[in-house]
């Protein structure tokens, strides 16, 4: 049963959901259901149709959202891509939390409430957080990702900076629901920040607001093919995006460095460059841009429970 009201009292006016929606049918009908069967119901659903060309979609979705879920429905003229749809979707949030779906994703019917209820007693947070549970659809497995070494609920930013001193983490934007205000003052999911602007806009709040983190798995993340290859991004690129960092971002640009953040680009590409980036090199940094290589090869060759204790002992 879906509730206005969570057990928790917080109002269903709190959340504003964001879809930026691009060619993804096959999994349209699973992710409206996962809306509907929340515990704590969004009070809107921004939906971004990003140049679908689809005959009546605003009323496709209408029929089938709750009735008692807004939908304000954007429609681009041209293909903007996941990111500038996002930030055309988010200028129109209202609610004090908002949550970006992705089409293909599973969230667990008391996903939205449980992300409130961490938000609300910890009113400092940029986001929160959960573990991660892959759902790969190219060899049919499933790996469980576990953050179990976080130990408080919240992390304050210079607890953040410890954490990402001492351990080798990813947060997975899918897990993740925003402080509204937080986001919108402060957030770089924008185009101008590359591909990579979801991942890059986690590490920036927390760094400047801290995080919650919910020891629990309540979404999953899935895994194709085309995505897979979409995520392989060379060192050039890699390399333009530090160099942006530095021109458009110092004080992040020195946080990425300060903690190692930049393991994804290769030794011998760091050494070969003109820009004077080689005193970024340090045992840290190789340490980790190895068990990132490794990890990176083997994660989806492995058995699960292989998998996830791996992970720990690369983080």
Not at 50 to 55: A, E, F, T, V
């Amino acid at each position: 049963m879906c509730y206005k009201y969570s057990k928790n009292g917080i109002n269903h006016k709190t959340i504003d959901v964001v879809w930026p929606y691009y060619k993804d049918e096959k999994f349209l009908d699973t992710s409206i259901e996962h809306l509907n069967k929340q515990t704590l119901q969004p009070h809107r659903l921004i939906f971004v149709d990003d140049c679908n060309n689809k005959k009546n979609l605003k009323g496709y979705i209408r029929k089938r959202l709750n009735k008692n879920i807004q939908l304000t429905f954007v429609e681009n003229k041209i293909n903007y891509s996941v990111t500038k749809s996002v930030s055309i979707g988010v200028n129109k949030v209202k609610s004090k939390y908002l949550y970006i779906q992705s089409t293909d994703d599973i969230i667990h019917n008391n996903f939205l409430e449980l992300n409130i209820k961490y938000l609300e007693k910890n009113k400092k947070a940029a986001y929160s957080f959960s573990n991660i549970f892959i759902n790969n659809l190219n060899n049919k497995k499933s790996y469980f990702i576990n953050f179990d070494f976080i130990k408080s609920n919240y992390v304050s930013p210079y607890e953040v900076s410890k954490l990402y001193k001492k351990f080798q983490f990813k947060i997975y934007h899918n897990t993740v629901v925003f402080n509204s205000k937080k986001f919108l003052n402060s957030n770089i999911f924008k185009d101008e920040y590359g591909r990579r602007a979801d991942m890059l806009n986690l590490q920036y709040l927390s760094m400047k607001h801290g995080f919650c983190y919910l020891n629990k798995t309540i979404s999953k993340f899935t895994i194709r093919a085309d995505q897979v290859s979409s995520t392989k991004l060379n060192n050039e690129y890699l390399i333009n995006e530090l160099t942006y960092l530095k021109n458009k971002n110092r004080k992040f640009f020195y946080f990425i460095i300060k903690h190692n953040l930049h393991y994804e680009i290769s030794f011998f590409s760091l050494l070969n460059i003109k820009n004077n980036f080689r005193h970024i090199i340090t045992f840290k940094y190789l340490s980790r841009s190895i068990k990132f290589k490794l990890w990176k090869y083997f994660r989806f060759y492995l058995n699960p429970k292989i998998l996830n204790f791996l992970f720990n002992v690369f983080s």
